[in-house]
């Protein structure tokens, strides 16, 4: 049997998993009080060469106050950030070799677009020709040519975010950083844009780090994604890991959707481990080693999509069976989510959701059917409180 | 729901309008008056116009004046530019709400008592009172007016602009003269001509401060009023008034066209993304 990997392998680019690889950039044990108030607490964190990194959270998490320690605009309270190997302390905004892309994209709006792209380099005094040459290659690589004697206000917000990318990739900086970068455009056009972000990223050849609260965002552009709380990172790993096998209770109901499923360690072997659900009963059998002991109570992570449903009853004896009852069922056209109530409470359902392969189905599931709900057994993943 | 005006409406405004421009409308038509009594119609005449030139001390007096008005204006800009900056921009410091209390503090303070107590302070100095003497006065009270101005004016800018610049490798002190001074300009630039418009007809400070060789046109007016009205003075006036009628439909146009020409360039841009 072939050895099982998770998720979709994106490419050879796993520099993290080499301890003697040196970081880019690295925070050591940053922390950032204002007032009493303390937005990043003690932090460490590496970031390699030509990584795609995201920082993932939700607001007030520090994940924008740790990216503007980063550009110079806030001073860490204590701690050490490097980057390529310089100590950035005592280093202002305007001399570190990094540059951002705002939020609100911040541009001059008494510049033209031509110019506002020309500032960062004028500001280095390269010569006129240079400047006129790699201008014309941001308007080229950023498809605003014909927009180049336009002022910001004359611009939509489409054009506005690419002018910004622009200017702030134009000074080629070490590290490219990107603050909410999409937050303000539509479905379809953030969606276009995170895959010219990826490719404009492979084509330079550059480090960007990105701050996001969108989690479909940070999965689709990032080589590794930071899950951060309360001014600590909870989970830095690959999206695929980050999904598959999240480290705690707060990342698996963080990111996407999830079956959280208290139950009780009843036996543990080299064979993984038996769970009994504390509230309904049902029995759980893991592949997955716990260091919770016998008795504890631990929490059964289990994505719906990786629960299957059939109309009928579960057969006597079987484990990682539940029998359940349709109670809600949402169809979303490309995949429907049911969820099943499992025990007497009417909360206490089980999701399952399934892509709709077929046009049409002979007796389709609908509500108040008998279903069975069945995993296999490195379905789900064990987390402790 | 568009109603066309009432009765009440038209005699409110009629009442209104005739209450602030009755005086002004009388003085600007016996300004052409013929006759040498100001109150008695003698036919028309702009004789005494001319005559106004050949007057050496109303012009001298107009002359101090619009030197007092420019310098205390560009000075008074300066300074309250930097405390609205300051206001704006330093968040929370120890002292905020006395500072900003005492910049704003002359907006209420009666004229006569910052006259008297500028008199006071120049007197305890031993300055000789003059033209210097009462452009400091002016640039006191008008920096508050600018203040308040360039601070409306700074409460909507986006400090990311800023911070862009910086990120950019554009250093503070540059970044202000590259960036925020041209984003604030219109600000600044209204702040401007309110102190020269303050200065320009101020009465009651000007007479506290200045000293002998230093009359200002509205101090010149209202001592020549005293010993009774010429038609000479209303021509002044009438001047005076007209230049300001000119210099606010000018202001008045231009932002206008500022306005169609930016809705023009929205709806462009609009219409160009698809």
Known sequence: MAKKSIGPVRREFVPWENSDHPPFIEFRNVTKKFGEFVAVRNLSLKIYEKEFFALLGGSGCGKTTLMRMLAGFETPTSGQIFLDGQDLAGIPPYRRPSNMMFQSYALFPHMNVEKNIAFGLKQDSMPAQDIEARVSEMLRLTKLEQFAQRKPHQLSGGQRQRVALARSLAKRPK??????????????????????????????????????????????????????????LVQVATPAEIYEAPNSKFVADFIGDVNLIEAKVTEKSDAGTRLVSVVDGFVIDSEQETEAGLGETVWYAIRPEKVRIAQGRREEGQVNQIDGLVWDIAYLGDVSCIHSKVGEDD???????????????????TWDDEVVLSFDRDAGVILKG | MTRGPTWFNITSLVLGFSFLYLPIVLLVIYSFNESRLVT????????????????????????????????????????????????????RFMGRSLFSGMIFAPLVMPEVILGLSLLLLFVAMGTARGFWTVMLAHTTFAMCYVAVVVQSRLVGFDKSVEEAAEDLGCPPVKTFFLITLPIILPGVIAGWMLAFTLSLDDLVIASFTTGPGATTLPMKIYSQVRLGVTPEINAVCTILVGLVTIGVIAASLVTKRQQVQRERDERAAFGADG
């Open chain 2, 40 to 91: 008695v119609w003698g036919g028309f005449s702009t004789k005494w116009y001319a005559s106004l030139l050949q007057n050496e001390q109303l012009l001298d007096a107009a002359w101090v004046t619009l030197r007092v008005a420019f310098a205390s204006a560009t000075i008074a800009t300066v300074l309250g530019t930097l405390a609205a900056l300051i206001l704006v921009r330093s968040g």
């Open chain 1, 175 to 232: 590290v490219l950083l990107l603050d909410e970068p999409l937050g303000a455009l539509d479905r379809k056009l953030r969606e276009e844009t995170q895959f010219e972000l990826m490719n404009l990223q492979e084509e330079l050849e550059m480090t960007f780090l990105i701050v996001t609260h969108d989690q479909e965002e940070a999965m689709t552009v990032a080589d590794r994604i930071a899950v951060m709380d309360k001014g600590e």
């Open chain 1, 347 to 365: 909360h206490d359902t089980i999701r399952a959701t399934f892509a709709n392969i077929s046009r049409m189905v002979e007796n389709p599931i």
